[in-house]
């Protein structure tokens, strides 16, 4: 597989093509980005982190029947992944209560919702992602509602998937952000999985392992990220006290 042509950069990731038209590869860069781009930062190593832990719950999902955009690893930095065209909307699934869910509801952080709660935001950094619903979706025609509806099940089954596999490693799924695409005529679930854009906290300290310790100013975040992997890894926890 060749790496060609340069094609897009993100805030995390280069997008490069490759001698299959069907095919990218994405490079995980170490930039750190948080509210929409006004703080920024260099993580060492923060890019092969999160390359590989994309790599164990994309392999995790497609061993539970998810289709994703996951096709291999090809070095510490990139993988290949299909070519999707997509949905400019983010799904937000939400177990807990944190960040601006709190914020805009005024629920405390670490309340559990009784119900899962699914959000969606238009991909925009220049609107700020602003949330959006349904009937925005379909005006927009973001996505059609049989796409919607497939979108819907697949993150509520993500869920469901890495909620008990996250546990059994003492970690607790507060929320994440997953993102669509289209692929020969298929809805697949594309972008990254990571402590970038999910929330992880340690089931018996609370201890944040994610991206908020970026956001917040707490230190440790790439030595949290890195505690992520060693537990999914099925090493002992080093990082975390308790
Ligand atoms: N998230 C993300 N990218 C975004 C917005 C949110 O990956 O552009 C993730 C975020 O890391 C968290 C979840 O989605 O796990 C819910 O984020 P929230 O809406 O609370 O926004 P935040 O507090 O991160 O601004």
Partial sequence: MKKGEFMYEGKAKKIFHTDDPSLVLVEFKDDATAFDGVKKDRLEDKGVLNNRISEIFFSLLEENGIETHFEKKLSER??????????????????????S???RLGIPEGTVMKKTVLEFSLKDDELHDPMINHYHIYAMELAAPEEMAEIEKAALRVNEIMVPYLRDKGITLVDFKLEFGRHQGRIVLGDEISPDTCRFWDSSSNEKLDKDRFRRDMGGVVEAYREVLCRLEGGEGSAVES
């Fill in 78 to 99: 990139e993988m290949l992944v299909k070519a999707l065209t997509i949905i400019p909307v983010e799904v937000i699934v939400r177990n807990i209560a944190a960040g």
């Fill in 101 to 103: 869910l709190s914020k």
